[in-house]
């Protein structure tokens, strides 16, 4: 097993509010709970644990859901008024620092103490616990079995099988024939579209950037740092030129494209390959024209070229924590707690998290079989278990802000569309990083 340590002045148009439910955080209304949930695609999943919870206990819980790419805004313009969120998500240890005074402690609370002993919560400087995991997910570059045995049976192919593709030479050899011989595989592209439309390239920016960031933790023996030089940069440009080279459009639309536009063109069997997670299985499933069979859905470890890629596994980690809002009423943190105790520690919730939710909870709470029904959370499962291949913690929660991120998105998208050279992406990404990190202090 793995061990994890680590919007817009106003809510944006496309947040989603249960209009149902009663406001929050009144102390003569009695108590009540305000989730800001992070990630659109989960809004109607948790709209509906809402109801079901209210149905149950007879207490208010309202989700509203922040447009892709502005939570941070989100939470900023929601903890100024005069109902916060009693309920939120930091990111990692730089959202911990950044939110540290709105977060209760949590150390005595039930949810708490059942977390698996391999996962670390989030504590402050006093020692108190102040955030949790709530879900392990593990990400890597997504495949078509079925195109790919395809494209292993033509005469020439540089493999006979996917599972002989074991470091980043082996997959440019495989991409760049795949893209060469597209017309005979009936795809538009060896990887969907790269989405690099503003708010659109965390994919990027972020879970991409992780391989060569921790790599560089790593030969600093450090689990931060204020000063990263992006040492392995040319490996990062390694695998994000092969997915522009190699794509269903050519790489100067990447900046227009979204991330629905590229997980469409993948579940329409357009391409043959995309870079995501496990919870993608639910987009992919939900796309209108989908041809992707469970059985035929696999994951490829992101190579890019380091020394040992043969040795990588998976991305597997946590970023995303669980924390509630000390600012409010002691009332509306307990019914908050409370919340947070049922969805993971009873039955019925944890019927939501593994079935609705679809998150493999790190909580002594769910055993062995209580992972989703999907064939991406499967696979992650066992990746955390494969003693043969060293699955990569997700280290981007020590990037040092979200404007941080957006930067660096921008910067691709400029290089994308030939606007910017490479070097100046590195040397702003260098520069960046030591700037923001310093403004955190």
Same mark, same amino acid.
């Given at each position: ?33 305000? &989730?800001?949930? &992070?990630?659109?695609? *989960?809004?109607?999943?948790? *709209? ?18 922040? !447009? ?8 900023? #313009? ?13 990111? $990692? ?10 977060? !209760? ?34 990400? $890597? ?14 005469? $020439? ?10 470091? &980043? ?10 893209? !060469? ?17 503003? $708010? ?66 993948? #579940? =329409? ?29 696999? &994951? ?11 040795? =990588? ?14 600012? #409010? ?49 499967? *696979? ?29 998105? *921008? ?31």
């Amino acid at each position: 097993m793995v061990s994890f340590k680590r919007v817009v002045a106003t809510i944006a148009a496309s947040a989603l509010v249960a209009g149902s439910l009663a406001a929050c955080s009144s102390a003569e209304d009695g108590p009540s709970v305000y &989730f800001l949930n &992070f990630k659109p695609e *989960q809004d109607a999943i948790y *709209q509906k644990i809402a109801a079901a919870y209210t149905e149950e206990t007879g207490v208010p819980v309202k989700v509203v859901t922040a !447009a892709s790419g502005t939570y941070e805004q989100t939470l900023k #313009a929601e903890v100024g008024k005069r109902n916060q969120p009693t309920l939120f998500q930091v990111n $990692g240890i730089v959202g911990l620092k950044k939110w540290s005074k709105f977060t !209760a402690d949590l150390t005595d609370a039930t949810f708490t103490k059942e977390l698996n002993d391999s996962i670390d919560p989030l504590t402050g400087d006093d020692g108190k616990i102040r955030a949790v995991p709530f879900a392990v997910e593990g990400y $890597g570059i997504l495949y078509n079995e079925e195109i790919f045995d395809k494209y292993c049976a033509m005469e $020439g192919a540089k493999v006979s099988s996917p599972e002989e593709i074991k470091d &980043f030479a082996t997959l440019k050899k495989v991409s760049e024939d795949m893209q !060469a011989n597209k017309k005979e595989l009936g795809i538009d592209g060896a990887f969907a579209s790269t989405s690099l439309a503003s $708010g659109e390239a965390w994919r990027w920016q972020t879970h991409l950037a992780n391989i060569p960031i921790h790599y560089e933790l790593q030969d600093l023996g450090a689990d931060d740092s204020d000063n990263l030089q992006f040492t392995y940069n040319k490996e990062y440009k390694n695998l994000f030129d092969l997915y522009l080279n190699n794509s269903t459009v050519e790489k100067t639309l990447a900046p227009s494209k979204s991330v629905s536009d590229s997980m469409a063109e993948f #579940a =329409q069997g357009k391409a043959a390959m995309v870079q995501n997670g496990n919870w993608a299985w639910g987009q992919i499933s939900e796309v209108s024209g989908n041809v992707i069979k469970e059985d035929k859905l696999k &994951f490829l470890p992101m190579y890019t070229g380091m020394p040992e890629d043969s040795k =990588q596994g998976l991305a597997v980690g946590t970023e995303n924590y669980l924390a509630v809002n000390q600012k #409010a009423s002691e009332e509306d943190q307990k019914a908050t707690i409370d919340f947070v105790n049922w969805l993971y520690t009873t039955d019925k919730g944890k019927e939501y998290v593994v079935n609705e939710l679809g998150f493999i909870a790190p909580f002594k709470t769910f055993s062995k079989d209580d992972i989703p029904d999907d064939p991406l959370a499967k *696979q992650i499962a066992d990746a955390m278990d494969n003693p043969d291949l060293e699955s990569v913690p997700w280290d981007f929660q020590t990037f040092p802000s979200q404007q941080f991120k957006n930067d660096f998105g *921008q910067d691709l998208a400029q290089y994308a569309s030939g606007k910017t050279g490479w070097d100046e992406v590195v040397r702003n990404f260098v520069d960046n990083w030591a700037a923001e990190k310093a403004a955190l202090k």
